[in-house]
C-alpha cells in the first residue's frame, strides 16, 4: 500500500506549490464494509485522496438503505460523486455493460483480467454516452462459487433447488440447470439461506466467509461461474471540473487500488474457501473458521458450464442488447470474445 502514500505526498505537495487550498469535495457511496477484504484497499486509497486535497464524504448502501441496483442512476444525477457499482446488478439499465462478465466465458482471474482489458474502452464509451459517467477503476470480487444449505454433489443437484442470482447471465445459466433463479442482492441472501426462501447462493469464497454464509449452509461447490465485476464509477461533470492536478492525483489513486483488488481477488479466495470448509484458518484475521463440506469439481460440470455459457446465455444476451444498442454484439465480437477466442454468430 505505499503506492498509495507515495501518490498522496507527491500531490499534497503539487497543490501547494500551484496554489490550490480549496478541498475538493467528493461523496462516496461504497459496498466495501470493514469486515470486507476490500475494504482495506478502498480505506488506503480514500486516505491518500484526502491527504491529496480531497474532503471524502463516504457512506455505504446498507447504511443508507440504498439498493446496489440503483447506484448507477444515482451516480448520473449527481447525488454521488462516486460509487462502487456491482456491474451485472446495474445492468438492468443497459444489457451492454454485463458484456464485461457474461457467466462462463472468464471463469479464471486471468482470463478475466483480458477480457476487462479488451471491453474497458468500449464499456467506458457506454458509460459516457448514455449515463454520464465513467468507470476509474473496475476489479472483480473473484470466483464466484456455489453455497448450498443442501446436499450437493454436482450441477445435477440444483434441478429444483431455488438459488440465488444477482445478473442475468446467472439467472439463465441457472434456469438451463433446473433451478429456479431468486435475484437478491448481498445483505439480502443470508436472511433468504436461513428461512429457506434459497437453498443455495452464488457468491466468491471471501464474500461469503465475511458474509457469514457458511453459518447457513452446508457445501461449498468451487466451481467459478464469472468474477463478478465491479467498479468505481465517478460523475463526468464532477470528473471534468477537478483540476489537472487533482484528476492526476485521482486517476493515479484509482489505478493503484485497481491493482491492490485485482491482488486481492487473486490470493485471498483460496485461504477464505480453506477457512470455511474446515482447513487451515489464520488467526486474528478478517476470516471465521467454519466446517463446510467442500465437494471436487468435476470436468464434466465444467465442459457444462461453457456449454451454456456458448448456447444459451450469449446468444440471449446478445438479443438483448442488440435491442437497446444495435451494433453491440460486434463490439463485444471485437473485444471480449476475440479476448477469450469466442464469437457470438
Not at 37 to 65: C, I, K, N, T
Not at 107 to 119: E, H, I
Request: glycine fraction near 8%.
Amino acid at each position: 500500500m505505499n503506492h498509495f502514500r507515495a501518490i498522496a505526498t507527491a500531490m499534497t505537495c503539487t497543490l501547494a506549490l500551484t496554489g490550490v487550498a480549496e478541498a475538493q469535495s467528493m461523496r462516496l457511496i461504497t459496498q466495501n464494509q470493514e469486515q470486507r477484504a476490500q475494504y482495506p484497499a478502498e480505506a488506503e486509497a480514500v486516505a491518500a485522496l484526502a491527504e491529496a486535497g480531497f474532503d471524502v464524504s463516504r457512506s455505504e448502501y446498507q447504511a443508507v438503505g440504498i439498493d446496489l441496483a440503483d447506484g448507477l442512476r444515482l451516480l448520473s444525477t449527481g447525488a454521488f460523486d462516486m460509487a462502487t457499482i456491482q456491474v451485472g446488478s446495474v445492468a438492468k439499465d443497459d444489457p451492454f455493460l454485463e458484456g464485461i462478465d457474461l457467466i462462463g466465458v472468464s471463469t479464471n482471474m486471468d482470463d478475466l483480467k483480458s477480457a476487462v482489458d479488451a471491453f474497458r474502452d468500449a464499456f467506458n464509451a457506454r458509460l459516457e454516452e448514455k449515463f454520464g459517467v465513467t468507470a476509474a477503476a473496475i476489479w472483480p470480487f473473484g470466483p464466484q462459487v456455489f453455497l448450498c444449505g443442501a446436499e450437493m454433489s454436482s450441477l445435477d443437484d440444483l434441478d429444483g433447488m431455488k438459488v440465488r442470482s444477482f445478473t442475468a447471465s446467472m439467472s439463465t445459466l441457472l434456469e438451463n440447470l433446473g433451478a429456479t433463479p431468486v435475484t437478491l442482492s448481498f445483505p439480502e441472501v443470508y436472511p433468504a439461506l436461513q428461512r429457506g426462501v434459497a437453498t443455495c447462493g452464488v457468491t466468491s469464497p471471501t464474500s461469503s466467509n465475511t458474509g457469514k454464509w457458511p453459518e447457513v449452509t452446508t457445501h461449498l461447490y468451487p466451481l467459478s461461474v464469472s468474477g463478478s465485476v465491479q467498479a468505481h464509477m465517478v460523475n463526468l461533470d464532477w470528473l471534468n471540473g477537478l483540476s489537472e492536478d487533482a484528476r492526476a492525483a485521482f486517476e493515479e489513486t484509482m489505478a493503484a487500488m485497481e491493482a491492490e483488488l485485482w491482488d486481492v481477488a487473486i490470493n485471498t479466495n483460496g485461504t477464505a474457501q480453506s477457512c470455511s470448509t474446515g482447513g487451515e484458518c489464520p488467526e486474528g484475521g478478517i476470516y471465521t473458521s467454519y466446517d463446510m463440506t467442500l465437494v471436487p469439481v468435476s470436468d464434466d460440470d465444467k465442459a457444462r458450464v461453457a456449454e451454456i455459457s456458448v448456447s444459451a446465455v450469449l446468444p440471449e444476451w446478445a438479443e438483448k442488447c442488440e435491442a437497446s444498442y444495435p451494433g453491440c454484439k460486434q463490439i463485444w465480437n471485437d473485444t471480449v470474445g476475440a479476448a477469450r477466442g469466442l464469437s457470438i454468430d
